[in-house]
Nanobody, 125 residues
Framework: QVQLVESGGGLVQAGGSLRLSCAASGRTFSRNTMAWYRQAPGKEREFVAAVSWTGSSTYYSDRVKGRFAISRDNTNNTVYLQMNSLKPEDTAVYYC??????????????????WGQGTQVTVSS
């Protein structure tokens, strides 16, 4: 069964840092690009960052480029999101998902629907 567990969120002041983790089941994680998405209240879910299976390729939303860093540990089926220089507009629930990147655009896998509970990130001004 597909399972994703996100953690590491919290309340932080603007300019602060957080590190998110996503623990995935082997089937979900294995040989897939993994990505982080976020959803703010009243807004649609949006792409944040992605990392290829080998970790050799990373992709970022223009909104987080230069501030966030995605990485993965294939031994422990975990993907991370290091978030620095946080802004109030980064406030959202953050989710991870197996994904695919096509022409520099990243989407959840078409057959994926088992989103985790997400982790809340709140940045105060």
């Amino acid at each position: 069964q597909v399972q994703l567990v996100e953690s590491g969120g919290g309340l932080v002041q603007a300019g602060g840092s957080l590190r998110l983790s996503c623990a995935a089941s082997g089937r979900t994680f294995s040989r897939n690009t993994m990505a982080w998405y976020r959803q703010a209240p009243g807004k649609e879910r949006e792409f944040v960052a992605a990392v290829s299976w080998t970790g050799s390729s990373t992709y970022y939303s223009d909104r987080v480029k230069g501030r966030f860093a995605i990485s993965r540990d294939n031994t422990n089926n975990t993907v991370y999101l290091q978030m620095n220089s946080l802004k109030p507009e980064d406030t959202a629930v953050y989710y991870c998902a197996p994904s695919v990147t096509i022409r520099s655009m990243t989407f959840p896998l078409p057959d994926f629907s088992s989103w985790g509970q997400g982790t809340q990130v709140t940045v105060s001004s």
